[in-house]
């Protein structure tokens, strides 16, 4: 395997794995092992965690769409359930789409019925056939995941209003942060390039350019928790000693829900100034289609 340079400035491993591969992976080992950032089991903080995020989302695209009430959505890589369930408890018609339902099953049974197992551009493809249309897709934690992330965003145009908002996050890799820390000798190696987990790697910079190329405007980009500061304390250093991950973990959903315990909206503030500045281990980009 070789991690190569694209076009547009992301890196990507090639060959790419084929889909074959890819669905036995995660409908046997991904989320039933406890892979990338999710777990076999979660404390009640980090769940309320996820709920925040969540809500985070929401709250940016009320502040975009003016509080105009959102139809429905499409959520692709749905995963464990946790925005498909905020669409719902905000009225928001949504559907689901995932290579697995095991977490889905997992965490919100009653939502198993509104998402489909199965490739994601099949699905989508079939959805264009039935000129279908959202105000709001998100891709959360998928498009690193994807064979194939310009066909993924060609789709989510397709599909999205023409007044709707595509939600893309994803990890902020090889990130202005991660580089200073290679510089500084902080780490000794970019820790964040997990095969297969993460076929490809994007930051600020080439994620807008990718987006830009595929047609959409880029109307917000939102960090979070910058949990990756820690890689500049030697106590907290989780890239050289793996055993401080968790409590470091712990630490930023602490955090987290404390701010959001004071003001949720200011919280969302700090963490758009965050993003505008490229830091965030993981980056929103909401974005509408640019005619």
Known sequence: MKLKKTEYGFYQFTPVPSQAELEKYYSQKYYQEGRGSYAVSYLPEEIEHFRLKADLIFRQLQRLHKNRRLKNALDVGCGEGWMLQKFFQEKVEARGIDLSDFALKKFHPHLVKFAVQGDFYQVLEQLKGE??????????????HARDPMRLLDDARHLLSSRGTLVVLAPNDFSKLHQYALRK?????????VYPD?????????????LKARG???????GNNPIDLNLFNANSNYAVDPTKGKNTHY????TDNFLASIDRNKLLDIYTILGGMGVGRDLYYYCSKHI
């Open 185 to 193: 000798k902080f780490i000794p190696k970019p820790f964040w390039v």
């Open 131 to 144: 000129k279908k249309s959202y105000d709001v897709i998100t891709l959360l934690y998928a498009i690193e």
């Open 216 to 222: 959409f405007k880029v109307d917000a980009v939102v």
């Open 251 to 254: 630490y930023r959903v602490r």
């Open 198 to 210: 993460h076929i490809s790697y994007f930051n600020k910079d080439s994620m807008t350019k990718l």
